[in-house]
Nanobody, 123 residues
Framework: VQLQASGGGLVQAGDSLRLSCTAS????????MGWFRQPSGKEREFVAV????????VYADSVKGRFTISRDNAKNTVTLEMNSLKPEDTADYYC?????????????????WGQGTQVTVSS
């Protein structure tokens, strides 16, 4: 399975970005999908997760109300819509496929990882 993340870039505070992650190799419609981020010099942190059918989403407190995760199982994609971006959102963002249908907030809950896409928010 390969996960390809895209959509990162350099934006100003208050702007929006949409990150996309497309899976290839096999369908991941039975797996929860998540987004994590890793600021430079810091540990990877949980951002959001969506269950296999999109019925359940969980967000980190730091992004709640600003970020929205969604998925399209027909296209094998998961999207992270990021609004009202802040400088502290600057990080490499990673999509990941969970071991199970519900997912979790720990990196160990995930089996497959995409390469990072860089998001930089200037003040």
């Amino acid at each position: 399975v390969q996960l390809q993340a895209s959509g990162g870039g350099l934006v100003q505070a208050g702007d929006s970005l949409r990150l996309s992650c497309t899976a290839s190799g096999r369908t991941l419609s039975n797996n929860a999908m998540g987004w994590f981020r890793q600021p430079s010099g810091k540990e990877r942190e949980f951002v959001a997760v969506i269950s296999w059918n999109g019925g359940r989403t969980v967000y980190a407190d730091s992004v709640k109300g600003r970020f929205t995760i969604s998925r399209d199982n027909a296209k094998n994609t998961v999207t992270l819509e990021m609004n009202s971006l802040k400088p502290e959102d600057t990080a490499d963002y990673y999509c990941a496929a969970a071991r199970h249908a519900a997912g979790g907030s720990e990196p160990n809950d995930y089996t497959y990882w995409g390469q990072g896409t860089q998001v930089t928010v200037s003040s």
